[in-house]
């Protein structure tokens, strides 16, 4: 999820195709700030005579390096879907050679009960999928946090300042977890094994910034994350 369906004529190589699906991830990666490995395409090419694609009166002359992209997707705003259609019209003219006039792009829209990613289940709705997208933003976020910031503490549901570590685990009520003072998150049971990966990635990360890796020169306070925790 986003799901891309994409439609082009006869004749792209196999080298010509990776390259459109992989500048097509790379747009929808930044546009939609989905996890990296949130990739569904599907490729169809087709003889000429079976597309036809005019120009709703927009005086838009297409050629047979057309390319139509339809996206299913979870609902997103309308300056998400604005930064899509650019980027993608951006990355596959330098990328890929691809005249704009030649792209085609529409969004379909759906809710989270229509979405199962494997093992009959709707991940969604199971609440698995919510932390590994809340993860990944939150790991996006802290990569670039300015250093003049300070993580938010907790303690008994109340909130306060301190000078540990940037916050960038999510709250979410069906996860809890903690950090110890060297930084190494204890993943609680309600943690689906599913989630390892993204989970992995934020105890390094800890880890790392609790060794000092945030510290600023000069800066002789020891920078530990003393808890974290979810709700």
Not at 63 to 89: C, D, F, M, N
Request: hydrophobic residues 40%; charged residues 30%.
């Amino acid at each position: 999820m986003p799901l891309l369906y994409i439609d082009v004529i006869e004749g792209r190589d196999p080298g010509e195709i990776k390259a459109l699906l992989d500048t097509a991830h790379v747009a929808v990666v930044e546009a939609f700030e989905v996890p990296e490995r949130d990739r569904y395409q599907v490729v169809k090419s087709h003889p000429a005579g079976e597309i036809v694609a005019l120009d709703t009166g927009l005086g838009i002359d297409r050629s047979e390096q057309l390319v139509i992209i339809h996206l299913v997707s979870r609902r997103r705003t309308r300056a998400q879907k604005e930064r899509l259609y650019a980027l993608l019209a951006e990355r596959l003219r330098d990328d890929c050679g691809l005249d704009p006039a030649d792209l085609i792009v529409s969004v379909t829209e759906n809710d989270d009960e229509d979405w199962s990613f494997g093992s009959g289940r709707a991940q969604f709705l199971t609440g698995e999928l919510h932390w590994v997208f809340a993860a990944n933003r939150h790991v996006r976020f802290a990569r670039g946090w300015p250093r003049r910031f300070r993580n938010a503490e907790t303690s008994g549901g109340a909130v306060r300042q301190s000078r540990a570590l940037p916050l960038i685990v999510p709250h979410h009520s069906a996860i809890r977890h903690q950090a110890d003072g060297q930084g190494v998150i204890r993943q609680s049971d309600v943690v689906k094994p599913g989630m390892r990966a993204r989970f992995d990635e934020l105890r390094a990360l800890a880890a790392r910034r609790a060794r000092g890796a945030s510290a600023q020169p000069g800066d002789g306070r020891a920078r530990t994350c003393t808890q974290w925790s979810v709700r």
